[in-house]
């Protein structure tokens, strides 16, 4: 019996207005897509009718850029992004974990531009509550983490510690570590420890991922490394068991050997788990002051950061890469990152020749106005992640004393990299921000901030419409992947992942974030129902 679902308003993320119709699907895969009204699904012993009324039905949605492991992670621990001051993120952290026996303590997404002063965080408040116990605790960026002095103890970490190249391990006038680590290569030195899981935890953590995002209607994810982290050998073996129920698109770090790379590509290249490229690290964010600039900092004359990686090992790395086919997935926050990233694209293409490598710049939070051409020039895509926009008000965001009134209007764009010929694809960055599909859309249509404010949004020329972010919630990463032939759209043939929200979503765009999700369809398979027992 094939299923088949009805509904008013079905957008297949090929034209630009959804339409009422049908969708047929057998086995795995779209049968037929019908518009209009037919009497073809009329037998009850052939057909399983889901009408599902006015609900915008949509291809299952693609997360362009998760960090599963973390994610999974974030989703047993304890998230205190609420805290307003120090003390009281360490109080939540306390609050949770007084009564449990984990070995560690483990929180996420503090933000000290909550806190007085945006002051950065210290071992004391930790060690107040927690002296014998190890804690660590990620900022809401992941850019950052804050421990304890257990936690300092465990790893070997005192004053005689040298601060790795390109971190900082934080310190006082003494020259004590404060137990702030910054950037990618400080925090690996605490992090291997906390986040060291068995087998059965590791897949156990992923399936309950998967469950979560299916009441998100995501159906695929771009999975990128952090600190290292990338669970691909997990994914694996949940595969073998018919358990992976969610395509998972990893990219893993890009200072691997090549060989390494390739032997990935080669091994991994199923529809469910497939290598995508190497992720690598330019910068860090410019909120943290760690986003490199073309320019100064506003507010620090003299200073704009400085790059992770050198230019030339740059280069060379990407000339590899695309010599083998294999992507790159630059994460470059400052408008001088995005630059190096598109030179380093640039200068394997000139040696190589046109090539389908589709490269790949993550959030371009500011980027220089000579560089937005570029991205279609050198077929690089932009991974935007939109919900990255949102702060508590307009009015005390620190952008605005960083920068200038020229860079603000080209921070955290996205409509004018499209217009200027970029293919865009949406995620969500989660854990650092909610795994919420929904508000990425929202985000993206009206550019407010977590007051909704401004009505008219933060540089409204860069908003899209709804039809454009669901394009690039679901097509657009769908490309990213290499897998348009097959995903991110309602079409016959396709695979049969599909999204059923709660709501017309295109309808009364202020309500937009009460839209959940009512359905999800993976690989043919129902995986989340709402619906059960409506019809």
């Known amino acids: 019996m094939n299923l088949v679902l009805k509904s008013s308003c079905i957008y297949d993320s090929v034209a630009d ?78 609050d949770a974990y007084k009564k449990r026996n984990d070995e560690w303590v483990i929180g996420f997404r503090w933000h000290n531009y909550r806190w007085p002063e945006a002051k950065l965080p210290s071992k004391a408040s930790l060690d107040k509550y927690f002296p014998d116990r190890p804690v660590i605790a990620f900022n809401n960026e992941l850019h950052s983490v804050w421990v304890n002095s257990k936690t300092l103890e465990l790893c070997g970490i005192d004053r005689n510690t040298p601060d790795p190249e390109g971190g900082t391990i934080g310190r006082d006038e003494d020259g004590e570590p404060t137990g702030f680590f910054l950037e990618q290569p400080a925090m690996e ?18 399936k309950a991922f998967m469950d979560v995002a299916h009441s998100k209607g995501i159906t695929s994810i771009g999975a990128v490394h952090v600190m290292r982290i990338m669970k691909h050998k997990a994914c694996r073996r949940l595969e073998k068991k018919n358990q992976l129920k969610m395509r998972v698109f990893f990219a893993p770090h890009m200072e691997m050997d090549i060989q390494e790379a390739i032997k990935l590509r080669d091994e991994y290249n199923s529809d469910k788990l497939r290598f995508l490229g190497l992720k690598g690290f330019i910068d860090g964010t410019p909120l943290a002051y760690t986003g490199y600039m073309v320019e100064d900092y506003s507010d620090r004359p003299g200073f704009c950061s400085q790059p992770l990686v050198d ?8 000339r590899q890469c695309y010599k083998n086919d294999i992507a790159m997935r630059l994460h470059a926050c400052g408008d001088g990152a995005v630059r190096m990233a598109l030179d380093a694209y640039q200068t394997a293409r000139k040696e190589y020749g046109e090539k389908d490598v589709r490269n790949t710049i993550e959030h371009i939070e500011v980027i220089h106005e000579d560089d937005i051409g570029r991205f279609a020039k050198t077929n690089t895509i932009a991974s935007i992640q939109p919900s990255h926009i949102v702060i508590d008000s307009l009015e005390i965001h620190p952008a605005f004393i960083m920068l200038d009134e020229k860079r603000l209007r080209l921070s955290w764009i996205g409509k004018t990299l499209e217009k200027n010929g970029a293919r865009v694809a949406f995620g969500t960055d989660y854990p650092i921000v909610d795994l919420d599909p929904v508000d990425t859309v929202y985000r993206a249509v009206t550019r407010r901030m977590a007051n909704d404010m401004p009505q008219e949004g933060w540089n409204p020329q860069e908003k899209f419409t709804v039809a454009e972010a669901l394009k690039n919630s679901t097509i657009g990463p769908a490309y990213m992947m290499c897998m348009e032939d097959k995903l991110g759209t309602v079409e016959k043939g396709k695979f049969a992942d599909i999204n059923v929200f709660s709501r017309n979503i295109f309808e009364n765009i202020d309500n937009m974030l009460s839209t959940k999700t009512d359905m999800t369809i993976f690989d043919g398979e129902i995986v989340y129902d709402k619906l059960q027992g409506e019809n």
Request: hydrophobic letters at 35%; charged letters at 30%; one cysteine or more.
């Open 17 to 94: 207005t959804p339409f009422a119709g049908y969708i047929e699907i057998e086995g795995n895969k779209i049968k037929s897509v019908v518009k209009g009204d037919t009497d073809k699904y009329n037998d009850p012993c052939k057909y399983e009718i889901k009408d599902c009324g006015d609900r915008t039905v949509t291809a299952g949605l693609i997360d362009g850029h998760v960090h599963l492991f973390l994610g999974a992670l974030h989703a047993g621990t304890v998230d205190i992004y609420e805290s307003n001051t120090e003390e009281e993120a360490a109080k939540m952290l306390y």
């Open 189 to 206: 030195m605490v992090t291997e420890k906390a986040l060291n899981a068995s087998s059965v935890m590791e897949e156990e953590m992923i």
């Open 311 to 318: 230019q030339e090992w740059l280069n060379e790395k990407s």
